[in-house]
């Protein structure tokens, strides 16, 4: 909703408070289900089902070969073979271009990339067909991967030189399983056996779209009536189904890549081992991992931001405005050099900003223009602070669905949103938000140094302190039952590489047992009170993982998703460098924006805050800004709090008599009563949180004791 906003720029939350109270509907949706070879629609209500098998092969062998006295080799080979999953009665559906055959999510992409550079556009009828309906007839959603071949091979090496030295090197490769949700549920989410109709424009005279409405013409449940404007469902659908061409209703969507298939892994170690003395041993190594084709949707309705009208792409244009609304500094200073609306200032203001060539291009004599001095000026006064907010919330998707839904752009429809000209849908174009293909192209790493040394029972001690160095670097790993995911960037996938959400630098452990070993035999009354007594701590601490941070719409950025069908890993970017610490802060109360808002004064008895001063830090964070930032990698900005740990046992046995022995013992987790707070959650569209801590992460102290007599 436009116009709704009030003094403060941000209209998303004045807009969501405003639909509540006047009980205007957003969102209209319902799934219908079908069956039969000719689709037809069941009753509602009725239920989804398919039966699907997934046949799954692994063979392998090893072998070991003592080459010599100091050297042993081992080696082996696995090949497994996961089939995709075939439904009994053939509900599965398959995404297919005009042709009925299937797309390939890299491919179709690349295509719409490299059209839009040259000013073209590449927005192709697509559609959905049950699987033995696709091209020729097929058996799978996707393509079998037949090259799961596993090598391993490791070495051992005892060198004549230091006979307590063993250096010891491996490579293996390792291929993953795939997960059954994902294969079993995703070739039901194409339009087809499940059809989801969604209306996310409703209009009170009872029209889905094409357009926004505003709080004067949009529908009001009990008011305008009692169902929302959506699609109808066609009684039976063809084969293949292409919503929007043939009249079919269609609303955000899944399918699964043609060249889907299993990750797999690197492997690589190297240690040297070194016993010393009889009873200690010192180890330290490296351990290596690179993951290939990992689990990755993407959205294929990703805006097309390389765009090029007028010599100029669409990046360069957004992002003009971007830095004259103030926006890339800070969120802090987004929009706060705006006037107030509808003084001769704001009307100075809009118009002074310098023309962009691709808006003067794209929007020439389409109507959107008139009454503004400058194109450019129209798309800041309707995009901007007093308008849909798109531009102050970095709303990539829905300023250029605006754009392109409205008719305004001078080429053809680029969205699967747009409507469609000359479809009576009610303004619906193919799908609601895209259609999410799973694919396989992810790709991380992991690389760690550690070292090991442990003792044995010297002198009644036993202890093992382990210590790692590491790094965990990816484009985002979710596992394969995620649903409306997609990556920050549909065109260039390395835009979200970073470090992952379970990297820690620094992780040490130590576990120690300690009986006392002087009187053992506990003769006399001071052998009984000094003897038999065994103490057992155990000792974690680590550095902290990347906090993240939510944007005001956590997708949107390079235009990947709308932020409701579909979201992904964007987040906070910090415009200089970060120095705010990295512990909790009592006694911190907050402080305000320009804007006047509240910035981390939310608190619950005690304000602590992560930051010592959170109103600082929020003027250092923006989101993304798509021409200016090229990358948002991994999954937070920062890292967060440091942590450790103590727990303990005590025991103390006590000898009664040459056969009876009474035991006591003592147990406590988080020994000291240490209280770890969990890392901040940050919003940017919830200022008043900002770096409050307020939850703990570990469990206050808990003690057992027990005692046990045994004869």
């Known amino acids: 909703m436009s116009g709704i906003g009030g003094g403060f720029p941000n209209t998303t939350t004045a807009d969501r408070a405003a639909a509540a109270v006047y009980g205007i509907v957003t969102d209209a949706q319902v799934a219908y289900t079908r069956s039969g070879s000719n689709l037809a629609l069941n009753p509602p209500l009725t239920h989804a089902f398919d039966q699907s098998t997934i046949p799954y092969y692994n063979v392998y062998f090893s072998d070991t070969w003592h080459m010599k006295p100091s050297f042993t080799l081992t ?11 075939t439904e009994a009665n053939g509900k599965q559906t398959v995404l297919v271009d005009a042709a009925d055959e299937p797309i390939r999510s890299a491919d179709y992409l690349n295509q719409r990339k490299l059209d839009a550079e040259q000013g073209e556009v590449y927005n192709p009828e697509v559609g959905f067909a049950l699987v033995h309906n696709v091209g020729n007839g097929s058996k799978y959603p996707y393509d079998p991967f037949y090259g799961s071949f596993s090598p391993r091979i490791g070495a051992a090496w005892n060198p004549s030189f230091s006979k307590a030295t063993v250096i010891r090197a491996g490579y293996g490769r390792i291929y993953g399983r795939l997960n059954g949700v994902d294969l079993v549920l995703s070739p039901l989410l194409g339009v087809g056996l499940i059809q989801a109709v969604q209306c996310r424009q409703n209009f009170m005279s009872g029209v889905c779209g094409p357009t926004n409405p505003t709080v004067a013409n949009a529908f009001r449940i009990g008011v305008d009536g009692n169902s929302a404007p959506l699609p109808a469902a066609a009684p039976t659908l063809p084969q293949p189904a292409y919503p929007g061409y043939n ?18 892994v690197d492997s690589f170690d190297l240690t040297i081992q070194r016993q010393i003395g009889q009873k200690s041993l010192l180890e330290v190594g490296y351990i290596g991992r690179l993951i290939h ?42 929009g706060a050099n705006v006037p107030a609306a509808g003084s001769a200032a704001y009307t100075s203001y809009i118009n002074s900003m310098a023309m962009q060539p691709f808006f003067e291009a794209a929007l020439k004599g389409s109507g959107y223009c008139n009454g503004y001095a400058s194109c450019t000026a129209a798309v800041l006064d309707q995009e901007g602070v007093y308008g849909t907010g798109n531009l102050f919330t970095q709303s990539v998707w829905s300023m250029w669905s605006d754009l392109d839904g409205g008719g305004s752009f001078s080429f053809p429809r680029t969205m699967m949103n747009t409507a469609i000209p000359g479809q009576a849908l009610g303004g619906s174009g193919q799908f609601g938000s895209g259609v999410a293909e799973n694919a396989s192209t992810g790709y991380g790493n992991y690389n760690g140094g550690f070292i090991s040394f442990g003792t044995r029972q010297w002198h009644g001690l036993t202890m093992q302190h382990n210590f790692t160095y590491s790094k965990a670097l990816g484009t985002g790993a979710v596992v394969q039952a995620s649903s409306e995911y997609t990556q920050d960037d549909a065109y260039n996938l390395r835009t979200m590489y970073g470090n992952q959400n379970f990297d820690r630098k620094l992780v040490y452990n130590t576990y120690i047992v300690a009986s006392e070993p002087w009187f053992k035999g506990q003769n006399g009354l001071l052998g009984r009170a000094a003897g038999g007594w065994q103490f057992a701590p155990i000792f974690t601490a680590g550095s902290g993982p990347p906090v993240y941070c ?5 997708s949107q950025g390079w235009g990947a998703g709308d932020g409701a069908n579909y979201y992904e890993n964007e987040q906070c970017v910090f415009t200089s460098p970060y120095k705010g610490g990295h512990s909790a802060n009592f006694g911190v109360t907050g402080g305000t924006d320009p804007y006047g808002n509240s910035i981390g004064t939310q608190t619950s008895v005690t304000p602590v805050n992560y930051f010592k001063n959170p109103a ?11 021409g200016i930032d090229t990358r948002n990698p991994g999954q937070g900005p920062i890292t967060g709090q440091p942590y450790w740990n103590l727990d303990g046992q005590v025991k103390k046995n006590v000898r009664i008599a040459e056969s009876a022995t009474f035991e006591f013992s003592f147990i406590a987790t988080n020994m000291l009563n240490h209280r770890q707070f969990n890392d901040p959650a940050l919003y940017l569209n919830s200022s008043a949180t900002w770096g409050v801590l307020n939850t703990q992460a570990n469990p206050p102290r808990a003690m057992e004791f027990g005692g046990r007599i045994t004869f």
């Open 75 to 85: 080696y082996g080979m696995g090949w497994t073979l996961e089939m995709p999953p």
């Open 247 to 264: 009249l079919i209703a269609g609303s955000a969507s899944e399918a699964m890549d043609p060249q889907f298939r299993p990750n797999d």
């Open 293 to 334: 084709h990992e689990y990755q949707p993407v959205n294929l309705n990703a805006v097309p931001y390389m765009m090029s009208v007028g010599g100029q792409q669409f990046q360069a244009a957004y992002a003009a405005l971007e830095k004259y609304m103030g926006c890339a500094t800070s969120v802090g200073a987004c």
């Open 550 to 554: 939510n944007t005001w719409n956590d």
């Open 616 to 626: 600082a830090v929020w003027n250092q964070v923006r989101a993304p800004i798509l």
